[in-house]
């Protein structure tokens, strides 16, 4: 079975500052791991994924997360934070070969001007 | 880009009414899935259909709901007797591959009154 812990519901940043968002799973098979984010009013956007290979992953908009699997984590992080990135942010796994995906409950970023 | 269109944005019914969420693919896409996040909740895995038949559901895809690809694009979720708990936002995606990283719509939020 999979799950997804992400701590902090809601995180505040300051323009230009250092984002990190929290993500931990759990899952009995090699992990499928998945950031999305959601803007006000409109669906999920993938950020970025790990499948398998290099365990840095970089996305859109100056994202990247870091899968390690000695800490089951998959931390989002982006080195500048832009007043656009204010939304909401879930992680999200699925195990190999399942077809579904199991969400975190989502972390709102606000980041102040 | 392309995206998945979902319609209607929201829809008011009374309780015990039948509703059906339509959804429309990207073209190319082979899998499909519906998604649903209860206000306040994580987004929740409903169904998955491939190849015209359900590959997955989860326990909350009981026997009051059903899918259906009728045609060649549209993608629908019926939900039967709609009850006072089904009040939520309805995600439709679709992707290339199983795992592959879905692309979401932008949902419908179902309220049940």
């Known amino acids: 079975a999979q799950s997804v812990t992400q701590l902090g519901s809601h995180v505040s940043v300051s323009e230009g500052a250092l984002v990190l968002l929290r993500c931990n799973y759990s899952s009995s098979v090699p992990p499928y791991l998945f950031w999305y984010v959601q803007y006000p009013n409109q669906g999920l956007q993938l950020l970025l994924k790990?499948?398998?290979?290099?365990?840095l992953v970089k996305g859109i908009n100056g994202f990247e997360a870091e899968f390690k699997k000695s800490e089951t984590s998959f931390h989002l992080t982006k080195p500048s934070a832009h007043m656009s990135d204010a939304a909401e942010y879930f992680c999200a796994v699925s195990g190999t070969g399942a077809n579904n995906l199991f969400f975190g409950t989502g972390t709102r970023l606000t980041v102040i001007p | 880009e392309p995206e998945v269109t979902q319609t209607p944005s929201h829809q008011v019914t009374q309780m015990g009414q039948e509703v059906i969420l339509r959804c429309v693919p990207i073209s190319n896409h082979l899998y499909f899935y519906w998604y649903r996040q209860i206000l306040g909740q994580k987004v929740e895995f409903l169904v998955s259909?491939?190849?015209?038949?359900?590959?997955?559901k989860s326990e909350i895809f009981d026997d009051q709901f059903s899918v259906e690809r009728p045609d060649g694009s549209n993608f629908t979720l019926k939900i039967r007797s709609t009850k006072l708990e089904d009040s939520a936002m309805y995600f439709c995606?679709?992707?290339?591959?199983?795992?592959?990283?879905?692309?979401f719509g932008s949902g419908t939020r179902l309220t049940v009154v």
């Open positions: 790990y499948t398998t290979g290099a365990t």
């Open positions: 995606a679709s992707s290339e591959m199983a795992n592959y990283g879905y692309t």
């Open positions: 259909f491939y190849n015209n038949e359900i590959s997955e």
